[in-house]
């Protein structure tokens, strides 16, 4: 003993091997490397897996040409899954006149010069369009989710989503008969030549102000949009979007192609961009929870 | 001298080898059948248990200590994103550590931006105006003076584009709209961080990123475009306060992502509407029309940060 002082030390050493080898686990795996397979985020709350999510919201437009649209609505959504869902959201709006509109009209005369194509006041104001519903229906994918501290004190729940579709709007138009009187947009008016009644004087029409306002109806386009929900408890949440609707308009109402008659033609796909908030109430009130 | 030497070791090695030896055995014991009930996780353990085990604390700033791997945003993540085993090779931590021990339950910041300077190209698109449009092009350059505290200094040039409303309008209602284009800019700002938080991608991979908010006041040249290109533009130096919210996202420990809203606000100069009468460019600022302007910008740029890394000075 004397002679090997290490000897019974090593073997006491030796015997606690065994137990620094045995990081395996039942299935014989090591046990660090079967964490390789052990999902990011453990006991997460599924706050919309298996949930039926309802949002009273409310949306404006930006980049608006002519009019800007406020609009309320409800959204409805039913998750399928951690990451897909299916939903709709309609809205009503109301229309006001941007800036842009509001300079024109201030300076467009009450009434009609002749052989001056500057539409009047009520011309031009008429043929605007304004879109009292509009709505889509999607299919919605949420592949973030996480958590946020705010100022170090709050500490909330968040994810994002984003959604693809089918957009619908109701567009109308009110532009009254006094107005839009041409009946024949872009045909030529005929007067009689008293020396020769067989060729009349060809007048071309080329005021397309008194044209009808092709710009109203029912339309259909794509969908697009994101978002973020900021869970304020497990069944509420802050709603924050952006939804774009594309598709065919003419918001203007007025020639547009350089035709001199508004038509169909004048349409044109456009984005219908709007930023919207809302309060998403989510039931079941209460969720589930990973493993 | 020598048989109380061979007696220390004794002593040592052999608490070491039963400590080692028990402690496993507990833990295994612990390990079989184990329920986690979640009210029960989140209280706090008792300050004695011989189970948990502390990190050592970080050597002080400037100094590291002995062994101590060299901080890295990607391992770290690694360790949690990745397999453990390639996760422990992205992160070098010591190979000897087994698993459990290198499980935290709170991570710390992945990113420290204490003393550290933000080096950000950018570019901008205009986002309210129906008229004109600018793509700006320049960067920013902050100095973080704490961890959520910054200040900075921004410079921009602008392109111009004319959008559809400005022909329609002129060809619909026979006017033409007053615009300015804007040359270029630059400003000083404060930027505060209030918010920051991690995601998951697809259950997959962890992102951190904060937002914060932006504030500062610098100057704008617009220049008019006239109506008529007979007549000479005039420009504008703005004083232009803006403020704004973008949101950073972290890649590495010196290379981040950032989008933001920005609205630069000031009262532009447009040219008069009677500008025949003002012929000259100095007779038509004399008389041109004030206008409030909120410019609203989505941003988006890169950062690199210098120094390219940084320690951490508290416990993990």
Redesign the interface.
């Known amino acids: 003993m004397k002679r090997y002082p290490f000897v019974l030390p090593a073997l006491i050493l030796l015997t606690s091997v065994p137990a620094l080898a045995q990081e395996i686990d039942d299935d014989g795996r090591n046990v660090a490397m079967s964490l390789a397979e052990q999902p990011a985020v453990r006991h997460r709350l599924l706050l919309v897996k298996g949930r039926f999510e309802l949002t009273p919201a409310f949306e404006a437009n930006v980049n608006a040409d002519y009019k800007y649209t406020l609009s309320g609505g409800l959204r409805a959504e039913y998750h399928l899954s951690d990451m897909l869902s299916v939903g709709a959201v309609g809205f009503y709006g109301v229309s006001l006149n941007t800036g842009l509109t509001d300079r024109i009209l201030g300076t467009l005369p009450d009434e009609d010069p002749d052989a001056d194509p500057t539409p009047t006041r009520e011309e031009y104001e008429q043929h605007l369009n304004d879109m009292p519903i509009h709505g889509a229906a999607y299919v919605s994918l949420t592949p973030w989710y996480g958590k946020l501290a705010a100022f170090g004190a709050s500490f909330v729940n968040f994810d994002f989503y984003f959604s693809g579709g089918l957009a619908f709007a109701q567009l109308t138009s009110n532009c009254r008969l006094g107005v839009c009187s041409d009946d024949d947009p872009g045909g030529p008016t005929l007067i009689p030549n008293p020396d020769d009644p067989e060729n009349p004087t060809i007048i071309p029409d080329n005021n397309a102000n008194d044209d009808p306002a092709v710009n109203e109806g029912n339309k259909f386009g794509l969908y697009l949009g994101g978002g973020i929900h900021v869970f304020l408890n497990n069944w509420l949440a802050l709603d924050f979007t952006v939804r774009n609707y594309l598709f065919s308009n003419n918001p203007s109402g007025l020639d547009t192609n350089f035709d001199y008659r508004v038509s169909g033609a004048d349409n044109r796909l456009l984005n219908h961009l709007f930023l919207g908030v809302g309060a998403s109430v989510f039931f079941p009130m209460r969720p589930d929870r990973t493993p | 001298m ?2 109380r ?2 007696r220390v ?2 002593a ?3 608490g ?3 400590a ?2 028990a ?3 507990h833990a ?1 014991e612990e390990d079989e059948g184990i329920v986690f009930e ?1 009210d029960k ?1 989140s209280e706090p353990p008792p300050e004695s248990d011989p189970n948990i085990e502390m990190d050592d604390p970080a050597p002080a700033e400037g100094e590291p200590g002995e062994g101590t791997p060299e901080p890295d945003l990607a391992g770290d993540l690694a360790g ?7 996760g ?1 090779e992205a992160g070098k931590l010591g190979e000897d550590r ?3 021990q ?1 499980i935290v339950v709170v991570m710390r910041k992945p990113f420290l931006k204490l003393q550290r300077v933000e080096f950000m190209p950018m570019l901008g698109v205009t ?5 004109i449009s600018h793509v700006q092009f320049g960067g920013q350059v902050s100095y973080y003076l704490t961890d959520v505290l910054a200040v900075g200094a921004e410079g921009y040039v602008y392109a111009a584009t004319l959008r ?2 400005f022909d ?2 002129a ?5 033409l ?1 007053a615009v300015n284009q804007y040359n270029y800019s630059a400003a000083l700002n404060f930027s505060y961080v ?14 951190h990123w904060e ?1 914060y908010f932006t504030g500062g006041v610098g100057f704008t040249q617009s220049e008019v475009i006239p109506r008529d290109p007979a007549y000479q533009p005039f420009t504008n130096f703005l004083v232009t306060p803006n403020v704004g919210v973008s949101m950073r996202f972290f890649l590495t420990k010196f290379l981040t992502v950032t989008v933001g809203l920005r609205d630069y606000v000031f009262i532009d100069q447009f040219e008069p ?1 009677d500008r025949v009468m003002y012929t000259t460019p100095e007779a038509a600022k004399e008389n041109a029309d004030s206008v409030l302007i909120n410019h609203l910008m989505f941003q988006a740029g890169v950062s690199f940060w210098w120094p390219m890394s940084f320690e951490y000075t508290t416990f993990r």
């Open positions: 020598m048989h030497l061979c070791v004794f040592i090695a052999a070491l080898g039963v080692v030896g402690g496993m055995a295994q979640e996780v949690i994103d990745q397999p453990a085993g390639a422990q087994v698993s459990w290198d986002m309210n105006d129906n008229l559809e409303p329609e309008v060809f619909q209602a026979r006017r709209p209030p918010i920051y938080g991690k995601f998951a991608i697809l259950d997959q991979h962890i992102i937002s509407a």
